[in-house]
């Protein structure tokens, strides 16, 4: 079995993530983490060597602070990394990025950063690690005003509240579980790989939608008329609209 540690897993995508991963109980063993063990040297070092695989989604996406989101999210990089290095142990890492990486926003200039962190330290020990460039997330139990512009939108409608657009653009959006399950099959692939693999490389994860943010906040006011105000359960024949359901009710 493949030991897999999930640094964030009580966030959104780590939630998510260790649900999918517990179904295939005869794949993988999952390794228990707490946020908390970035701040106790032995429990991390404890952590990173009883890993094969570490997958590291424990980042800071907001703060009013914004000089605190990337001194924190490259800190627990570098946490992260040292306990590695004192468990002598090189597990495999897999590194939640952004397509946001190349962006001047205080998250995306973090996330560049840890990423060359990350090269850095797999070319060193000859190790692998694979860094993520995830688009937009959305589905069930995301967090408003925090993960995900659809979380928001429907967090305000149900609260009746009336959602502002800020910018009218189009989202690549992936659904949650279909994440989680690439998440998945990349680190099975890692171990089924028997070619060379160089130490460091970056995955895209595709989008599985394109939606202009109008749009999507034209069928969520649409469930909450239909579903909440009269009582019909709406037609989710499309599988982006069942999904878009699927996180409105939660």
């Given at each position: 079995?493949?030991?897999?540690?999930?640094?964030?897993?009580?966030?959104?995508?780590?939630?998510?993530?260790y649900?999918?991963?517990?179904?295939?109980?005869?794949?993988?063993?999952?390794?228990?983490?707490?946020?908390?063990?970035?701040?106790?040297t032995?429990?991390?070092?404890?952590?990173?060597?009883?890993?094969?695989?570490?997958?590291?989604?424990?980042?800071?996406?907001?703060?009013?602070?914004?000089?605190?989101?990337?001194?924190?999210?490259?800190?627990?990089?570098?946490?992260?990394?040292?306990?590695?290095?004192?468990?002598?142990?090189?597990?495999?890492?897999?590194?939640?990025?952004?397509?946001?990486?190349?962006?001047?926003?205080?998250?995306?200039?973090?996330?560049?950063?840890?990423?060359?962190?990350?090269?850095?330290?797999?070319?060193?020990?000859?190790?692998?690690?694979?860094?993520?460039?995830?688009?937009?997330?959305?589905?069930?139990?995301?967090?408003?005003?925090?993960?995900?512009?659809?979380?928001?939108?429907?967090?305000?409608?149900?609260?009746?509240?009336?959602?502002?657009?800020?910018?009218?653009?189009?989202?690549?959006?992936?659904?949650?579980?279909?994440?989680?399950?690439?998440?998945?099959?990349?680190?099975?692939?890692?171990?089924?790989?028997?070619?060379?693999?160089?130490?460091?490389?970056?995955?895209?994860?595709?989008?599985?939608?394109?939606?202009?943010v109008?749009?999507?906040?034209?069928?969520?006011?649409?469930?909450?008329?239909?579903?909440?105000?009269?009582?019909?359960?709406?037609?989710?024949?499309?599988?982006?609209?069942?999904?878009?359901?699927?996180?409105?009710?939660?």
């Open positions: 079995m493949i030991k897999v540690g999930i640094t964030g897993e009580s966030g959104f995508i780590g939630y998510h993530l649900q999918t991963l517990a179904l295939y109980s005869t794949k993988f063993d999952l390794i228990t983490f707490k946020r908390e063990y970035f701040n106790n032995n429990k991390l070092k404890k952590f990173a060597e009883s890993c094969d695989v570490v997958v590291h989604l424990a980042a800071i996406i907001r703060h009013k602070d914004s000089n605190v989101i990337e001194k924190n999210n490259v800190e627990l990089v570098n946490k992260l990394l040292n306990a590695c290095d004192l468990a002598k142990s090189k597990p495999k890492l897999f590194f939640a990025s952004s397509t946001q990486e190349d962006s001047k926003t205080p998250y995306g200039i973090s996330k560049k950063i840890a990423s060359n962190m990350f090269k850095d330290w797999s070319n060193k020990n000859n190790s692998i690690t694979k860094a993520l460039i995830i688009p937009n997330v959305f589905g069930p139990f995301c967090k408003p005003f925090h993960n995900s512009v659809i979380a928001t939108f429907c967090y305000q409608l149900v609260n009746n509240e009336n959602p502002k657009i800020e910018i009218d653009k189009k989202l690549n959006l992936i659904f949650i579980n279909d994440l989680a399950n690439k998440i998945m099959n990349c680190i099975y692939e890692s171990f089924d790989n028997k070619s060379k693999e160089p130490s460091f490389s970056q995955i895209n994860i595709k989008h599985s939608y394109s939606e202009k109008s749009d999507v906040l034209i069928k969520l006011k649409y469930f909450k008329k239909l579903y909440l105000v009269d009582g019909i359960f709406p037609n989710l024949s499309n599988a982006f609209d069942r999904n878009l359901f699927n996180s409105f009710l939660c």
